[in-house]
């Protein structure tokens, strides 16, 4: 488990006498891997025996600013440094947008199109994650103990995102990243030469499980994962690097390193850095001798620390969830509560000199642990409570260490550990075992610890605000596990108080909790549920969306407040909606989140809203949402209900004044029959605290006035009939003269049929109880030509198609009673088949196979 130092590349032979020559300047690098315990174990050798004065670390120089928060004794990892800086972009409006979706020209953009840019800020996150074993962490807790100087070396966030990120990139991302290891070619031949599945089995293999003796051999060890890294490195061009942003980061690191050596010649600097960079460190600082840096170097050095002013910079906590690779962390180890538990067997063989045990026996005793625990969860899930008992535990730990041995591990490791519990625990095929099983193993080994980060800790007012918002309706926030809280919205005013949080917080997408159950106000379902089910959990991204909240106020309800505003604004503007529609909406979103100020405000402006809206269709959905609103008046706890009266009153009034717009575009008839129908919905459901009556009486007199201006509009007319008739405002024989008269032979088909589906589509059992429109379709089906038939019929499909199995047999019993049909030949389908028949249907089918072969169609059938 060694790598071969004698067929090394020129340059990485003397890369590899540049590190040491530099560690005779006092220099001492230390070539890492983002939370690896064996790095951590090495660089804690290696601060013992040099005892350095300064300590240099990886990371934004902004984060000085908080160096005294992480060497707080009250922090705990896993923790995050979250870093932030804000950037104005140019974004072209959305009529420049249009123009450039449509042209095809590849003409750059003339200085014309510049006036139509807008400015737009654009908060750019990273996060630098530190459990207990990362290197990182190790250092700053160390440089505490021996009272070196720390110092931050890497390029501000701030101009980190003038390297790497455009403006369509992803805003969020780790600063920690290892993306050219994972897909290094040399790594990849590596994998292939060990037989291993992945990147993380290689470095285990060759650097995890050395004996704790080799790995706390820290100067072959470090140059060992240079080696690794460098070999990666050279997989890669230096246009490509540049491109990326490393070049400028490692040149700022490179002036650093030199800036200090300048002014303390007597330094003793340990460089804690990620592997990947330290060739270019190496090569910068020394060739042949040690190289400082010149006026010009520390001139732009100093330039670029200034734009660390740009940074926010917080310390919050983190979890081992979030850290884990398995979910889709860019760096570091995968299951962080596995490597956790190896940290602290490497820490306690220190701390005893190898008195209690060797390190092949700590691993061993390690899997020991491991295994029973995973056993354990397992037996919780019944699927599996047969296959974790003592005799399958006892083989999955035995074949562990076996596996270990065969592989030249120095004790069984992860993957080790793995393969055993899949060999020993899993009796049915592997493919169906993909679930739950698979899922408590990695819980076991990925852990949910929370970090902690003491109250007293510089952070946004608004962070711990809601925390302790959370805290006082008894949420647990301990852990990262997703937990389940059941809300009685109606009974409970301090359940409501819950209820108004977490709408609040989900409104702004902060990701504390989503609601699985409850009823909804905004689109109407579920009203008479008196209860709301949510999931909740606190995690660091929890945390860094409030920071980034936190710009905009202290206070949860406010920023919710600001952003309404925001978006009726933009509406307005961008003329994208109806702004009764909008106003509706946000007064229901406004009334679950508790906001009274705001929703009594909208309340006394809602009437200009509807005065202003000229469209009958947002209007009736403005007033089922009104309606809603009603229906929630006692969780929502409204105090001037009579004042949604009046607004409901002024919705439907305003509605009839428009209904004369159902006879303009013809061509639209069948959305304006479902606007109709919604109106008539909307009445049918109107508060008995309304004139209910008098309102459905001014509706049909108005469709009434209106019917004869829709001559055009056969599908209107139909469904007027039919509702009017439904709701006794058209008598048996009113309606039967209508029928006759638009099923008359001088009304065109196209006319007559569309007049039809209107009353199907409103009421489609008068076709079963009405003898005169049954007649009157039967008649005029005798009277129509074969062609005229044929094109007609897909509409007289569409229209039966509105009656559902019960009302089709009816239908088809009277119209074979009508023209004498006996049951018998209403059945069309065959059940007996003589042996002429069946000898036919055979021949015929040997017939089709052998023409599909003899055109090579037998692969395409089979497709």
Sequence with gaps: MTINHSLLPERLSKAVESLKALQREQIYFAPVRHH??????????????VQPTHILIEAPSSFDTILEQLLHIG????????CQTQKNIAEPTKSQYTTDQQTTSSEPKTEDNTSDLTPKSITYSAFYPFCHYSPEWLAVQMAKKQQANIQFIDLPWSLQTDQSIDSDSDHNRSLLSETYLKHSQYIQRL???????DHDEVWEHLFELKDYDDIADWQNFFVDTFIWCAMSRLDYSQESLIAEGSVQREQYMITAIGQLKKSNPEAKIVVVTGGFHTLALLEGLWQNQLILPKRSDVTQFNRQRKSSTQDQTWLIRYSFDRLDALNGYASGMPSPAYYQTAWQAMLHYDKTANQDQSGRKSRQQLTLTLMSEIANKLRQQPNYNNSTGFVPLKSAIEQATLLADLRGHNGPGRYDLLDAIQSCFIKESIDTAHGEFWLSVQSCLSGNLLGNVPTGTSQPPLVNDVYSTLKKYRFKLDDTNPKLTHIDIYRKPEHRQRSRFLHLMTFLNVGFANRLDGPNYIHGQRLNVMFEDWRYAWTPMVEARLIELSQQGTKLEQIAINKLQLDAEQLIHDKTGSVSLLAVEQLTQAALMGLDDYFNDLVDKFANFIENDGELDSLISCGHRMLYLWQGRTFLQFKA??????????????????LNKLKQHENEQQQNLGILLSFRDLLNHLPDEL??????QDFYLNLFRLQPELTQAPLIRGAIDSMSYLDSYLSQSQLENNIKINFSLGTQNEQT???????????????????????????????????????????????????????????AEKIAKKHHISDADLHFQQHQFSENQLQKALSLEVLITEHIKQQHLTDWFKQ
């Excluded at 690896?36 to 025996?49: D, F, N, R, V």
Aim: aromatic fraction near 8%; charged fraction near 15%; hydrophobic fraction near 45%.
């Design 691 to 696: 004139d209910v009556d008098q309102f459905k």
């Design 191 to 197: 994998m292939q030469k060990l037989h291993c599945r």
């Design 75 to 82: 922090v705990k990892p896993p923790v995050a440094v979250l």
């Design 36 to 49: 690896s315990p064996a790095c951590s174990y090495a660089l804690m050798q290696l601060i013992k025996e």
């Design 753 to 811: 049929i569309s007049y039809f589906i209107g009353i199907m589509q409103c009421t489609p059992e008068l076709v079963i109880h009405s003898s005169i429109l049954l007649d009157s379709l039967d008649q005029l089906l005798i009277d129509w030509s074969p062609e005229q038939f044929i094109e007609i019929l897909p509409d007289l499909r569409y229209a039966f198609s509105q009656l559902n199995p019960k009302q089709n047999a009816s239908l």
């Design 641 to 658: 209900t009579s004042t949604l009266l009046s607004l409901l009153t002024k919705i439907i009034k305003q509605s009839f004044f428009l």
